[in-house]
């Protein structure tokens, strides 16, 4: 082996030394994410083998900021109230029905309010004796389970496949 092969062992060394501790880390050192509100989440957390752990999609653990759908509310009646009770409360409010919304074997009726005056109608419908709960018909989100993956194995194998070519080049090159 000349002095330019074993120059050239050391720098790619070095190279892959210096790429491979860049991802290590230690045991209880943590990567947030920031989300769009500013508000910082866990991202990756240093495992026992000082390797990272990260979650897939950060963004899912950002806080929701409550979402409703304008001009609608979710009423929940008291016990023994009959459909026919409740209709009939709502039609002495000049309030209405929503559609399609037949949710009464849970004792509870979408409701159609002025939109922006949401809040008052909360007010006033949880003051009559019949309504169990008022509340804003809420938008959920349906976000993927959090699946977290160690992603620091394909820096070793990456590695691991430069550092065979390095040995099989020198190698080739001592055979000659």
Known sequence: MNKKHIFSFF??????????GAIQCSEGETKNYTC??????????????????CVNSPEN???ITEEYVPGELILGFNEGISKEQAEELIEQ??????????LWNLNVLVINVPVGEEQ?????????SIVDYAELNGIVHAHEPED?????????????????????????????
């Open 61 to 63: 653990s950002c806080p």
């Open 11 to 20: 720098l790619v060394f070095i190279i892959l030394f210096n790429f491979v």
């Open 120 to 128: 008052t109608w909360i007010k006033t419908l949880e003051q009559e």
């Open 148 to 176: 977290t993956k160690n992603y620091n194995y394909i820096y070793y194998i990456i590695g691991a496949i430069i550092l065979i070519i390095i040995i099989g080049f020198l190698l080739k090159n001592r055979k000659n």
């Open 93 to 102: 409010l000049d309030l209405t029905l929503k559609q399609d919304s037949d």
């Open 36 to 53: 769009p509100d500013g508000t910082e989440v866990g991202w990756c957390h240093c495992n026992s083998e000082n390797l990272f752990i």
